[in-house]
């Protein structure tokens, strides 16, 4: 598991949809701990045998993964021994939140279009929207984020 390190952050999800985070305290080829703020709005006590599935994010990729609940570690911050780890999936990482939406939006391509057009002075001059619409096409987009849409 050259993917994971210590004290990377991980989201982990019961059977029951509920996600939490926490962080990765130690790690196996086999297994992995975690602990939990208990301070955290979305903290959530497991139970050994249940079964959970992870994310683990690093910096340029996420791993998830299905894993089962062998012991829960006594301490002052709730942690976890989880083993039985499998279905192993690379996951997209994400600088930036996404949001589902769907609006209609009107768009070019045409880099011409681009690179000529100065949005602050041309989009004012009526010949300027008459030139833009012939290269506008309409979709939907689908959702929307800092770092762009789809």
């Given at each position: 598991?050259?993917?994971?390190?210590?004290?990377?952050?991980?989201?982990?999800?019961?059977?029951?949809?509920?996600?939490?985070?926490?962080?990765?305290?130690?790690?196996?080829?086999?297994?992995?701990?975690?602990?939990?703020?208990?301070?955290?709005?979305?903290?959530?006590?497991?139970?050994?045998?249940?079964?959970?599935?992870?994310?683990?994010?690093?910096?340029?990729?996420?791993?998830?993964?299905?894993?089962?609940?062998?012991?829960?570690?006594?301490?002052?911050?709730?942690?976890?021994?989880?083993?039985?780890?499998?279905?192993?999936?690379?996951?997209?990482?994400?600088?930036?939140?996404?949001?589902?939406?769907?609006?209609?939006?009107?768009?070019?391509?045409?880099?011409?279009?681009?690179?000529?057009?100065s949005f602050m002075s041309?989009?004012?001059?009526?010949?300027?929207?008459?030139?833009?619409?012939?290269?506008?096409?309409?979709?939907?987009?689908?959702?929307?984020?800092?770092?762009?849409?789809?």
């Open positions: 598991m050259d993917w994971m390190v210590l004290n990377a952050k991980i989201q982990i999800t019961d059977e029951e949809g509920k996600t939490t985070e926490g962080m990765v305290t130690d790690f196996t080829e086999k297994t992995v701990n975690f602990s939990i703020p208990s301070d955290d709005v979305n903290f959530k006590l497991f139970h050994t045998g249940e079964k959970i599935e992870c994310l683990v994010i690093g910096k340029n990729k996420g791993m998830r993964f299905d894993g089962v609940i062998l012991e829960r570690i006594n301490g002052p911050i709730p942690s976890y021994h989880v083993g039985h780890l499998s279905n192993f999936k690379e996951a997209q990482r994400r600088n930036n939140v996404r949001v589902s939406c769907s609006n209609l939006v009107y768009f070019t391509a045409d880099r011409d279009v681009i690179s000529n057009l041309d989009l004012n001059n009526p010949n300027a929207h008459s030139r833009l619409e012939k290269n506008l096409k309409e979709a939907i987009m689908m959702d929307l984020s800092a770092g762009g849409l789809k």
